[in-house]
RNA sequence: GUCCCCAUCGUCUAGCCUGGCCUAGGACAUUGCCCUUUCAAGGCAGUAACACGGGUUCAAAUCCCGUUGGGGACACCA
């Protein structure tokens, strides 16, 4: 037992993008790894933003990862009375004053400083003014300190300083009562226990803003941990702009979700030379110390690459299982619920060495479906041809005079009536290939007999033989 | 503009903290060869990097300073 804590607190305005499911895969881990608690809060404060479809997507998308919450999932919306009793006390102790600034006024001097090249900070005109019954469309702001310094030893960047001459009264409460992001997030931090704060690094610079927070209401501050940025191909953060960013698109894509995070946890991460790990080994090696410290560009190739290694290496049925659906999605239906999940694993394993993805084995996997093979009509012009009748006629006969497939067999009676006819082996070879699969490449001829079986295997000769004798 | 973070092959990275073992290792991609009934897979080999400039030291990818470059943050968004 330990008393680890962490979070993943994705806001619900959009889909649970690649970014995200790296936040919640590091923190996963190292609660996993010391047997703490991973906690999955929405932060839905910003209530313009927010939707209830995002929520889905993004729960959808934990679960499809397979990153299990212990706690949760909350919603900030659903603790609004927590925020405001917790501003008042902030109030009442003097560390918060009310603002009567108009949000269009700030709006303005804020581009006024920004064209005058200034920092566009509040210049804290409501600070002194001791406004102690507030309009009803007051904001509460919060008095940072103005001098000192806050720091902080980052578990992945090392010791950070600020100067709090930069910050400037941030608001904690909206003129409508909401709370806003940096002051929520120290609350809930705060009462859930959260020990471990790690989030991406482009909130480091909202760490100065909530650490006197947590000291001026006298919570203990947690440890911070800023995981760099994921980029595009191009170095800017990854968005819509570079493809796919949500994590379901993957799934659409013929992704699996282990090949996935194996992925996302290198990408930032490394144990020596290792690429491949199980769930297993990542949660046991996974460390801080590893962490890189610089932003990563997303590179699908090796996505890819690592797709292809977990396609092969998964237990066939695993993949059986995942490749259903998207079958099924082709226009399989009636054909997968004809065939036993065995027949269906062992057509993974004739053709898993090709996909690269889900996506791909649907098209590697369709000619071994159904009675009639769709032949492709160049490959039928160049191999089924009137020259390669006789041989494919005493080919038949042979197979028709063994009982039953057995692919050594077979295999040696391919192989001796190549040696007859004085044809080299790929001249028999492509015409039948043709004729069984109805294209030019396919995995090892023997093996796809073996999937499709005897009858049908005689069959598709059968139909090839009158395909080449037609034209 | 101000503040913060970062910097090893095209990309992900090992090495850096605790200088010599680095003639800088691995992986993806790429090129060539091998294997081969096709397509893959696989095997072997190759191209390719310490951003730059100063220090410190017998010795620097590793420590220090500066420059440059990249990223991020400066909201009644999160």
Known sequence: MSDVRVRFAPSPTGFLHIGGVRTALFNWLFARQRQGVFILRIEDTDQ?????????????????VGLDWDEGPFRQTERMDLYRSYAMKLFETGHAYWCVCKAEELEARRKEAEAKGLSPRYDGRCRNLRIASPPGDAALRFKAPQTGQTMIDDLIKGTVVFDNTVLDDLIILRSNGYPTYNFSVVIDDALMGITHVVRGDDHLTNMPRQIPIFEALGFAVPRFGHLPMILGADKTRLSKRHGATSIMAYKDMGYLPNAMVNYLV?????????????????IEKFSWDHVQKSAAVFNPDKLLWTNAEYIKASPPRQVAQALVPLLEQAGLRKEV??????????????????????????????????QIVTV??????????????????????????????????????????????????????????VALTGRTASPGLFEVMEVLGRDRTLFRLQKGLERASTG
């Open 266 to 282: 290198r990408l930032g991460w490394s144990h020596g030379d290792q690429e491949l790990f199980s769930r297993q080994e990542l």
């Open 376 to 433: 492709d009509e160049e490959a039928a012009r160049k191999f089924l041809t009137p020259t390669i009748i006789p041989a494919l006629n005493k080919l038949i006969v042979r197979f028709e005079a063994l009982p039953a497939y057995s692919k050594s067999e077979w295999e040696n009676s391919f192989k001796q009536l190549v040696e007859e006819e004085g044809m080299k082996m790929g001249q028999l070879a492509q015409p039948v290939r």
């Open 48 to 64: 313009s933003r927010s939707t209830d479809e995002s929520i889905q997507a993004i729960l959808a998308g934990m679960k499809w």
């Open 337 to 370: 619920e004809a065939v036993s999940d065995e027949w269906l694993a062992q057509l993974v394993v004739l053709v898993k060495e090709r996909a690269k993805t889900l996506v791909d084995m649907v098209e590697w996997v369709r000619p071994y479906f159904g």
